[in-house]
């Protein structure tokens, strides 16, 4: 008899839950053994017992997902982690892989490259669905690389800090601070401040900085 891959999912979108689980159990490749619409549910459970195969989203109610998935993989290392969510931005991607996620598939996946992700990650490999492959692809040829004084400015920029107030911070003077200031306008090709931090925060950068 072929064992099933014993698989959980972590996620709030109920009915959408309700068909994954169909899928998978259809599929012959695995079995959802457990379903949990919220981060502590799931928590709470995996002290009990751990799936082979984890699929989670990562905008759940009750908490950072990124953090549950950062604590899962370190407390729970036999357990595949496959994110399974709508997010399709370069930084939240580069972020999880960066965590070790062992796969990400947008919800928009085919069943059979949701079935390819399950077994590939199950079997000990990374799977990043041809979608999610793309824009990674995409991210990384237009990504922008900062200086560690260049990253530290950016956050400050970003906390509302003036140039005065940065040189402080950073032991830099005034001209300098507006000179890297300066800087990051042209490398992320942006006219003010204040566009350089709306960019800044949809792309993911503040929360990185924020959290170093």
């Known amino acids: 008899m072929k064992y099933l891959i014993d698989i959980n999912i972590v996620d709030d979108h109920r009915m959408l839950v309700e068909g994954l689980r169909e899928c998978i159990n259809n599929s012959g490749v695995g079995h959802v053994s457990h379903v949990f619409t919220t981060i502590s549910q799931c928590r709470q459970a995996l002290r009990e017992r751990q799936p082979d195969?984890?699929?989670?989203?990562i905008s759940m109610p009750d908490g950072n997902s990124i953090d549950f998935c950062q604590q899962l993989l370190a407390d729970y290392?036999?357990?595949k982690l496959l994110v399974l969510t709508y997010h399709d931005e370069y930084s939240t991607i580069s972020r999880m892989m960066h965590i070790g996620v062992h796969g990400y598939v947008l919800k928009s996946a085919s069943t059979?490259?949701?079935?390819?992700?399950?077994?590939?990650?199950?079997?000990?490999g990374r799977y990043l669905s041809p979608e999610v492959q793309a824009i990674v692809n995409r991210g990384a040829a237009t990504h922008v690389a900062l200086s560690p004084t260049e990253y530290k400015?950016?956050?400050l920029i970003c906390r509302g800090l003036t140039n005065a107030e940065i040189a402080e911070r950073v032991f830099l003077s005034i001209e300098t601070v507006n000179w890297y200031r300066k800087r990051l306008l042209a490398k992320y090709d942006v006219k003010n401040s204040v566009q350089l931090v709306a960019l800044a925060i949809r792309e993911g950068?503040?929360?990185?900085?924020?959290n170093e």
Do not use: K
């Not at 195969?53 to 989203?57: Q, R, S």
């Not at 950068?205 to 924020?210: E, H, N």
């Open 153 to 155: 400015i950016l956050s």
């Open 53 to 57: 195969v984890l699929l989670a989203d």
């Open 205 to 210: 950068i503040v929360d990185i900085i924020f």
């Open 77 to 79: 290392p036999q357990v």
């Open 112 to 124: 059979t490259q949701l079935m390819e992700a399950i077994e590939c990650v199950y079997h000990g």
